[in-house]
């Protein structure tokens, strides 16, 4: 198959995955809205009322995991809106992993082939669908520099290609910290080289360890020193105890259903049926002894997947760790191989290659327009809860609560809420939208010390959730002790004094625990479907009947005023009352 016509339909695979990002407005992404409130405060909305009084930014006190946070700081008023901002970077964490997977795999063998048309099946996975812009951005910059690298090496020299990975290395391990060590295993992939001569050998086998350690020491170094000057390490917020943790222990089963996350965009049979169409090519060229492989980089996907078995789901304080190897397994496996379908010599092999990266392509463009048409329903829920939060003034605090649904239950709830069948909610941040959109304070707002460039001040950091807070049933409103709460949303006890209004999401789907019958401290404001928005009212605005029965009503709130203005004008969380966080504790 003519390069001209590979390179044309790999260009029309990369636009068929850039079409569900540039049709949906906020992709349903599970931490993309938290990521959107954090950019537009770093962009200059943390420096305007009422935020100047809640959070404090300090790009110098995190080291990793911050590419995005800079480049919304460093453009600030020059971004477009902050939606449009988010397109932007969610089109390079859908375009860039296949993409530098293609072009590594171009660099390693050699020119263009029909198979790269195939990759951009592989841009679907749950770290995508989890939100994670940085890990997933890092992820294709780490592959375009890997496939830069042979002719970088070429042309710097030896202490230029040093100082050109040490360079790289700083970008990489700004975008994030495993971007970095891909980077670093993908040069040890390449300087192990694509043949399996280096194990013949204990002599070849010392060369080809000493080329390893040359390429990855350039990349060692900066992530030495980052974490030797940085003011404060990933999970410092926590019990050094609970910072690492196998949730229960460590299950074979859990680890199988991770490496699956590796190609899963919604853990369907769909996204089995998908890739097994992409490793048709590959059996057959295994079958007939037409598959070439690179050796280096099929060690390191090996590498990758033992990673996903030995390391925990929680390490520093971050979640879904061991959920990160998958998917650099999968990138570095498609990199590595190049299928052909029959000899050289045979007369119809442009055509048959034709029309199976043809064929390729139009399974590029199906399981986008799948994913699409998911993010396209999704958009239904964002206009319910755009037109519940319209209802908030500026200046408010807003608790975000659920209908919670069991794992049967959440098979048959509109696909996009729930990763698969009874995975996470995946909705669970669009709360964090209320801080762009109207200018209030959620507790869900990613801002731990060590992570992210943020800071919430006091005292409304007493309300604060640390990143892997959630959304908690609507039932726990009702918890005379909230024994009920699930770890780290201890600020949920504050509800009647703290917060101004309460979020309720999932609202148009049935709560496992029944009908909920609202406290007499909540006044409905609007029911738009899936988000339904309650008012916080004053122990003196109570029904009779609640406070004649000595409900669940509040102390008043020393110096409250009623009215717009004071709305507006309130900027702290609410004091005084028995309950309050810094008391319960």
């Keep these: 198959m003519p390069t001209r016509h590979t390179g044309g339909l790999l260009a ?12 949906t ?9 938290n990521h959107l409130a954090r950019l537009w405060l770093l962009a200059g909305g943390a420096a305007q009322p009422p935020f100047d009084r809640i959070y404090a930014v300090d790009l110098t006190s995190v080291r990793t995991n911050i590419g995005i946070d800079l480049l919304a700081a460093a453009l600030g008023s020059w971004l477009p809106t902050i939606e449009r901002f988010g397109q932007c970077l969610v089109l390079a964490a859908v375009v860039l992993p296949p993409l530098g997977a293609a072009l590594l795999n171009r660099s390693a063998f050699g020119g263009l082939h029909w198979w790269l048309v195939g990759l951009p099946l592989l841009a679907w996975n749950w770290t995508l669908i989890a939100g994670f812009l940085n890990f997933q951005i890092g992820l294709g910059l780490a592959l375009l520099a890997a496939a830069a690298d042979p002719a970088l090496a070429r042309r710097a020299g030896p202490a230029g290609s040093f100082a050109l990975r040490a360079a790289l290395a700083v970008v990489l391990l700004l975008a994030h910290a495993f971007a970095a060590f891909f980077y670093a295993g993908l040069l040890a992939a390449l300087a192990f080289g694509s043949g399996w001569g280096a194990l013949r050998s204990p002599r070849e086998l010392g060369r080809a360890t000493l080329r390893v350690a040359v390429a990855v020491l350039p990349v060692a170094l900066p992530v030495l020193l980052a974490w030797l000057s940085a003011p404060a390490l990933p999970g410092a917020q ?4 609970t910072q690492t943790s196998w949730q229960g222990g460590f299950s074979l089963h859990a680890k199988l259903v991770t490496l699956f996350s590796g190609i899963a965009a919604y853990k369907s049979l769909l996204d089995l049926a998908f890739v097994a169409l ?5 059996l057959w060229a295994l079958a007939t002894r037409r598959l070439r492989f690179h050796a280096g980089l099929l060690l390191a996907a090996l590498g990758f997947l033992a990673l996903a078995f030995a390391v925990p789901p929680k390490v520093a304080g971050t979640y879904f760790v061991d959920a990160r190897f998958p998917i650099m397994a999968v990138l570095a496996v498609a990199a590595a191989l190049r299928p052909e379908l029959a000899a050289p010599a045979w007369k119809g092999r442009r055509v048959a290659e034709g029309l199976l990266a043809c064929t390729l392509l139009v399974l590029v463009g199906l399981r986008a327009a799948w994913v699409g048409n998911i993010w396209h329903e999704r958009q239904a829920d964002i206009a319910s809860l755009r037109r519940a939060l319209a209802h908030v003034p500026p200046g408010q605090a807003i608790l975000q609560v659920t209908h919670a649904m069991t794992v049967p239950a959440r098979r048959a709830a509109p696909q996009g809420r729930y990763y698969g069948g009874g995975g996470p909610m995946l909705y669970e941040h669009l709360p964090a ?14 801002a731990s010390r060590g992570k992210q460039p943020l800071r919430v001040l006091p005292p409304w950091d007493e309300i604060a959730g640390p990143d892997n807070t959630t959304a908690v049933s609507v039932h726990r409103l009702a918890d005379a002790d909230h ?16 917060f101004d209004y309460v979020l309720v999401l999932n609202a148009d789907q049935p709560d496992d625990e029944g009908p909920m019958t609202m406290p007499p401290e909540l ?10 928005l309650y008012r916080v009212r004053s122990r003196a605005a109570l029904p009779l009947s609640g406070a004649a ?37």
């Design 523 to 532: 006044e409905p404001v609007v029911d738009e479907g899936f988000a339904q």
């Design 238 to 241: 926590e019990d050094p105890a």
């Design 278 to 282: 992409l490793g048709l090519p590959v």
């Design 433 to 446: 939208l209320a801080v762009p959109w109207r200018h209030a304070f959620v507790p869900i707002l990613f």
């Design 12 to 23: 029309l695979a990369i636009i068929l995955l850039a079409l569900p990002v540039l049709l």
């Design 25 to 33: 407005p906020i992709p349903p992404l599970l931490d993309y809205p």
């Design 549 to 585: 029965t000595g409900g669940q009503g509040r102390e008043e709130v020393p110096g409250r005023r009623s009215g717009a203005a004071a709305r507006v004008e309130r900027l702290s969380p609410r004091s005084g009352g028995g309950d309050s966080l810094t008391e319960s504790r």
């Design 483 to 498: 024994a009920a709460l699930p770890e780290n949303t201890e600020y949920v006890r504050a509800w009647r004094t703290r």
